[in-house]
């Protein structure tokens, strides 16, 4: 997510990066903000536990100091998203100018395709799910007290990859509802990105009329 995500995308599109040691982080979270405050961040992406020791470790009165009105996309993943950590974060620094539909809770798989899934410019989304029909496979918002969990939703698939929920022993592509395997791979294509040309019957392709 650091490499890909933050740092080549910088580079590739002409931007600036700027970079801190986890080490700064984890001692004083607050230095994470206030680079974002100096240097105007649009993009900063972090695991769930970053948010949740911002929470921890930065007070009222720091948050007064700082402006995060520029921060438009505060992405999270690469760990189990808590809906509960996000919706704090949002509001504690709500005065600060940071906005809820800065949040993108994201799915992605580095030794594959980095992005899988997620939007941008909305409040995350959750629902409360059944844990015993979760237990047996199958995704069911609860509708009675009991043992339930708050899942937070990562967003639709990214037209980037080809994406499916699969039976792992089997492969077989199961239907909504259903828990299986994300299955992630680039849409058919060539190096460069473009549909794969169609094979002529010597095994050669066909070349585009354009």
């Known amino acids: 997510m650091g490499l890909d995500a933050q740092l080549l995308w910088g ?19 607050l230095r994470w903000l206030r680079l974002i405050d100096a240097y105007g961040v649009n993009v900063s992406f972090a695991p ?7 929470l921890r ?14 921060w438009d996309v505060a992405v999270c993943g690469s760990e189990p998203i808590d809906p509960r950590v996000l919706a704090a974060f949002a509001q504690r620094f709500a005065p600060a100018g940071f906005r809820p539909q800065s949040l993108l809770p994201g799915y992605g798989l580095a030794e594959a395709t980095l992005y899988v899934s997620g939007r941008r410019g909305r409040t995350p989304l959750s ?23 708050e ?19 089997s492969l077989e ?11 992630g791979n680039p849409p058919p294509g060539n190096k460069d990105g473009q549909p794969t040309p169609e094979p002529t019957p010597d095994g050669r392709h066909k070349k585009d009329p354009k």
């Open 11 to 29: 580079l590739l599109a002409g931007g600036s990066a700027v970079q801190m040691q986890p080490s700064a982080f984890v001692r004083r979270p």
């Open 48 to 54: 769930n536990f970053a948010f949740e020791l911002c």
């Open 57 to 70: 470790k930065i007070g009222e009165a720091d948050v007064a100091g700082l402006d995060l009105s520029r």
């Open 127 to 149: 629902t409360r799910v059944d844990l015993g029909a979760l237990a047996r496979g199958t995704f069911v918002p609860a509708t009675r007290e009991g043992a339930t969990r």
């Open 151 to 169: 899942v937070i939703s990562c967003g639709p698939p990214t037209e980037a990859c080809e994406t499916r929920v699969v039976d792992p022993g």
């Open 173 to 183: 592509v199961l239907p909504e509802g259903r828990l299986g395997e994300i299955k």
